[in-house]
């Protein structure tokens, strides 16, 4: 899209017409911090849109693109290969829409790739029932929690400390406008997960208990003993995915009684953009289904017995009175899901179980041989395509010293926990398919420049 200029008169027309003042009472509700206090660094004024042009560009090249090095970044966004006919299929008009259909009934194509997204998801992550995607990861743990208060009628939510942060940031943010009480703290370095320390936590306040699988730093729990506890005290399992390829190769949360999963799918289909689009994954017990929130697609036969879809159940404050409504979600991510299904359904079962397969043998192969750097120790007894080290020394600046050097060596545990000084040593580090022998050669070798 083209910029076009506005002059100080078109300005002033707009500001008369909704009545503010001035543009800068439009952002009085972000807070001054987050407000520039003059034009951007670094970005020449009144330019031509060529010098513009150029001067993007040379800021552009100043990025060390993902594709051109080796690459080790994981912690929720992972980069997977996304089939060239998944983003030929997904741009095709049909699909391609400004905005989500809201009658989707007149558009079948739509309710039935929806439709189809919902059972691939639903068996995934091993649950009755999916609904039709939401906007990512993070706000679907978050209306996990809100349905368990529903629920359970109990505002008490223990978070795991294998939770990803930012998920947990997410929450507290939202918890602040319904009271939720939520329990949480930051992970040890260590290859324990704290399933135990869970399961003494629950009470008869308890709504939920949510936990990461596999967690933060990459391990994996068995969550039977959990949902056992959950059960008894008559609160709801709820597990997170980050990872959506993990569950080709390990035992989905709904096989372990989980009550509600959800989980970020950028991994399948849509594609690591940093920063975006994302789409959220939502599955629960068939009992708990209304409650669930988002948009759920139902098939059915019309009046002449032919097959065919409809919005079944959508508890959204467009369809019903805002109190009753069951989600803060006001759309689904239509577009990214569909990407997920086309990837999914190219993939097929036994696809995504070699796919799954590749990556953790690359990882266990990662593993082993930063094992042998000095300096280093895996901390992790289980793991999928991501595992964490210690690396005797803060992480922060080995990974700064390795990105000098042309190597994305994972994400510092220091960045994502700032003032937790028990973690600053721990990396990180993800491996996919993506991954070659070649790339985990040379960072070994680079870390072990870097430690010495």
């Not at 933060?216 to 506890?229: C, H, K, M, Q, W």
């Not at 008894?232 to 995915?241: E, R, T």
């Not at 000084?421 to 790339?439: F, K, Y």
Request: net charge negative.
């Amino acid at each position: 899209m083209r910029y076009l200029p506005l002059t100080d008169t078109d300005r002033g027309e707009m500001l008369a017409v909704i009545g503010a003042p001035s543009i800068d009472d439009l952002f009085v509700d972000v807070p001054e911090i987050a407000r520039l206090d003059g034009p951007i660094h670094d970005l020449p004024m009144h330019a031509s849109e060529l010098a513009v042009e150029r001067h993007m560009s040379a800021l552009a090249r100043r990025n060390l693109s993902a594709g051109e090095a080796p690459f080790f970044l994981g912690c929720g966004a992972y980069k997977h290969h996304v089939p060239a006919s998944v983003d030929h299929l997904i741009q095709r008009g049909e699909f391609l829409t400004a905005y989500t259909p809201y009658q989707p009934e007149i558009a079948q194509g739509t309710l039935q790739m929806l439709f189809e997204f919902q059972t691939q998801v639903a068996r995934l992550l091993g649950t009755d029932v999916a609904n039709a995607s939401m906007y990512d990861g993070s706000t679907a743990c978050w209306e996990a929690i809100g349905m368990a208060r529903r629920i359970t009628k109990r505002g008490k939510a223990i978070l795991s400390s294998g939770l990803h942060p930012h998920y947990v940031s997410v929450a507290k943010t939202m918890a602040k406008y319904t009271g939720d009480a939520l329990e949480t703290s930051a992970p040890t370095l260590t290859a324990d997960t704290d399933i135990d320390t869970l399961i003494a936590a629950i009470d008869a306040d308890t709504s939920c208990v949510v936990v990461q699988y596999p967690d933060i730093l990459g391990r994996i729990a068995d969550l039977r003993p959990l949902a056992d506890a959950c059960h008894a005290h008559k609160a709801l399992l709820i597990a997170v995915v980050t990872e959506p390829v993990a569950l080709g190769a390990i035992m989905s949360p709904g096989e372990m009684d989980a009550d509600i999963v959800v989980g970020e799918g950028q991994s399948i289909g849509v594609g690591l953009q940093f920063g975006g689009p994302y789409v959220g994954l939502f599955g629960c017990k068939d009992k708990y289904v209304r409650q669930m929130p988002g948009r759920l697609c139902g098939e059915t036969v019309d009046a002449d017995g032919r097959r065919g879809f409809v919005l079944t159940l959508s508890t959204r404050e467009q369809h019903i009175r805002r109190e009753k409504a069951t989600s803060n979600i006001c759309t689904n991510s239509g577009l990214c899901a569909l990407a997920f299904s086309v990837h999914m359904t190219l993939l097929g079962e036994a696809g995504l179980r070699a796919l799954a397969a590749t990556n953790h043998a690359g990882a266990v192969a990662a593993a082993e041989r930063l094992a042998q750097v000095p300096g280093v120790r895996v901390i992790n007894e289980t793991f999928f395509n991501e595992f964490t080290v210690d690396l005797g020394q803060e992480a922060r600046p080995i990974v700064r010293a390795l990105a000098d050097r042309g190597i994305l060596a994972g994400v510092s545990l220091g960045r994502l926990y700032p003032g937790e000084d028990a973690l600053a040593n721990g990396l990180v580090i993800a491996v996919t398919e993506t991954t070659t022998a070649e790339d985990v050669e040379t960072l070994a070798a680079a870390l072990q420049e870097v430690l010495a």
